[in-house]
């Protein structure tokens, strides 16, 4: 069985940075595409970034020049540089990856942006 597993969330005050890591188990098959996807209380899921296997990357217009998506060495490990972090951007954090017509989903991580 997949499974994905986020760290790096946390509280930071607005304009800081923090870095998303998320790594899948349970396949040697690459994820393809991996993304990181986000909810605020109320508010339904939406995508943040999603970045292909052969490094095309896709952004929410929110969050271009500030987040930036990224592959890891390790196969199946994605990374979100966040930075200049907003109160808007306060979210759980969830990463996704897709094998075939199956999407994996980790158990998200809290994002906190306030003073």
């Known amino acids: 069985q997949v499974q994905l597993v986020e760290s790096g969330g946390g509280l930071v005050q607005p304009g800081g940075s923090l870095r998303l890591s998320c790594t899948a188990s349970g396949t040697i098959v690459t994820l393809n595409p991996m993304g990181w996807y986000r909810q605020a209380p109320g508010k339904q899921r939406e995508l943040v970034a999603e970045i292909t296997s052969g490094g095309n990357t896709n952004y929410a217009d929110s969050v271009k020049g500030r987040l930036e998506i990224s592959r890891g060495n390790v196969k199946n490990t994605v990374y979100l540089q966040m930075n200049s972090l907003k109160p808007e951007d306060t979210a759980v954090y969830y990463c996704?990856?897709?094998?075939?017509?199956?999407?994996?989903w980790g158990q998200g991580t809290q994002v906190t942006v306030s003073s």
């Open positions: 996704n990856g897709k094998l075939g017509l199956r999407t994996y």
